[in-house]
């Protein structure tokens, strides 16, 4: 696997698709994003899902911006959740996307007897854990 020194994660958002509410936030100390931001960010991508899905085109996984400021937003779609990551234009999307299967996995093992993701407070257990993935790889940078 290659992780080049440049990987750069700015955010997590870990939501339930069903309500499109963000069950858990995950960001870096460089983030510009604060909570308005994904806020209005986890909504954009809740009405993307919603149209795709209306129209029956398939799931969105990748959104990138270019410029000085690009990005990928890197979405992994498992029932009952969605993660999503924001990550620098230029690091390797195939790295992100196992990093988010990674979490993922981890995620529905943690809570598979979950019924009631609108309790979030409950979720905030899986912070060290995602904190504990940046740690061990050179994947986030700066945690």
Excluded at 36 to 53: E, P, R, V, W
Aim: net charge negative.
């Amino acid at each position: 696997m290659f992780i080049n020194n440049y990987t750069m994660l700015d955010i997590i958002l870990i939501q339930h698709m069903i309500s499109g509410l963000n069950i858990l936030e995950y960001r870096l100390k460089h983030t510009k994003l604060d909570e308005k931001h994904s806020d209005i960010f986890s909504g954009f991508l809740s009405a993307i899902q919603n149209i795709t899905k209306e129209l029956n085109i398939g799931s969105v996984i990748l959104i990138s911006t270019q410029g000085e400021k690009g990005h990928n937003c890197i979405i992994i779609n498992r029932d009952p959740i969605r993660v999503i990551l924001l990550v620098d234009e230029t690091d390797p999307i195939s790295v992100w996307r196992e990093t988010g299967e990674l979490i993922v996995e981890k995620f529905l093992k943690m809570y598979a007897h979950t019924k009631d993701y609108n309790e979030i407070t409950q979720f905030e257990s899986f912070k060290p854990i995602l904190q504990n993935i940046c740690k061990n790889t050179t994947y986030c940078g700066e945690t």
